[in-house]
């Protein structure tokens, strides 16, 4: 039996690198095909590890979303630089997620953007895992952009270019999600996850539907992406792809779904926003389509399609686990008796 593992990270507790790790320890027949895979966010650059493992890694110095000063890594590789969003403005990057998330500032990627982008043929930037909401407005500063934000806040509201603005043409953003700006599925379905309140929500969907209009981008894909940073390349002259299109022209993953006979993902929660254009929901959308076994290992399952929930095969982590690495290699030894029998 041909099997293909697709492992992506867990947020917060196994990277995409450790979960391959495990499934090559188990799954170790010559049929086993075990990929790295990211959204965008986290684990971005351990993908393109794999997918160049001569890249050489090169290190900045920048801000975090809180203005604290940090260390980025990032890959290069021939004529293109390589950036996870994730390693800026991510959730290991914050103290308190709850406290002043409006605050938050993408000044530290504007920062790396500055310093590289005469360098680079290409700079492809993974959008994903993201703790800002500020429609790049840090980032656009940096680059000489005017802008204009909420009193009190990091928040965007009006831009303007002048003769000293910085033109990003060879920047490329692999989007986690194939959010607009505004609409349904937009921005403010991931709003809560970054730290803003229920009663927030609302006003800030009014702000990026104002936005949209104004702007001419209403329904756009990917502009909402990682908090606003689609709308921030959209505007700085670059370029937005999905992470299934980014994938695509890097492994033949549709090819590799279309001759094996089971597909394994994984997801910390596997939800409705998995089907939004995230990699696992395309890998799923694939997989259906040739008609393959899907099994799918998450800390939680929450889909309103029953039809779906009945295609796929879910095997379930206890959250409750101390260590979740060894939960992790229980569940796919469990998977391993499943499929091999």
């Known amino acids: 039996m041909k099997k293909v593992f697709f492992a992506n990270s867990l947020k917060g507790t196994l990277s995409n690198r450790e979960i391959f790790l495990i499934y090559k320890k188990i799954f170790s027949s010559k ?28 290190v900045f ?54 310093k590289v982008y005469k360098d680079y043929k290409k700079i492809y930037l993974g959008i994903g ?18 802008t204009l934000k909420l009193p009190d806040s990091e928040i965007l509201i009006d831009l303007k270019k002048n003769k000293n603005s910085i ?5 490329i953003s692999v989007c986690d999600v194939r959010s607009p700006l505004d609409g349904k599925p937009g921005a403010l379905a991931f709003l809560k996850q970054k730290g803003v309140k229920d009663e927030d929500i609302k006003f800030y969907g009014s702000l990026f539907k104002y936005l949209a209009k104004k702007y001419n981008i209403s329904g756009k894909e990917f ?19 999905s992470s299934w299109e980014f994938l695509s022209k890097n492994i033949q993953i549709e090819k590799l779904i279309k001759e094996s006979d089971c597909i394994v993902i994984d997801e910390g929660k596997f939800d409705d926003q998995s089907l939004m254009g995230k990699i696992n929901g395309e890998i799923v959308k694939r997989s259906l389509k040739y008609k393959k076994k899907v099994f799918v290992i998450t800390g939680d399952v929450d889909i309103k399609s029953k039809n779906l929930k009945k295609l796929l095969t879910f095997i379930i982590l206890d959250k409750k686990s101390k260590d979740y690495k ?12 499943i499929v091999d029998g």
């Open 31 to 58: 049929d086993d095909t075990v990929i790295p895979v990211s959204d965008g966010g986290d684990g971005f650059l351990n993908l393109i590890k794999f997918i160049y493992p001569s890249a050489k890694k090169r």
């Open 61 to 114: 110095k920048t801000f975090s979303p809180e203005g604290e000063k940090i260390e980025v890594e990032t890959f290069e590789f021939k004529n293109s630089l390589y950036i996870e969003s994730a390693k800026i403005v991510g959730f290991l990057n914050v103290k308190d997620i709850f406290k002043n998330p409006e605050k938050r500032s993408s000044k530290g990627l504007g920062y790396i953007l500055k």
């Open 129 to 146: 895992g993201t703790t800002t909401f500020d429609l790049g407005s840090g980032s656009f500063e940096i680059l000489n952009y005017e």
């Open 167 to 171: 033109l990003l043409k060879n920047l």
């Open 223 to 241: 502009l909402g992406s990682g908090g606003g940073l689609g709308f921030f390349t959209h505007f700085a002259g670059g370029k937005n792809i």
């Open 326 to 337: 060894i939960e992790f290699f229980k569940k796919a030894k469990i998977l391993k008796e």
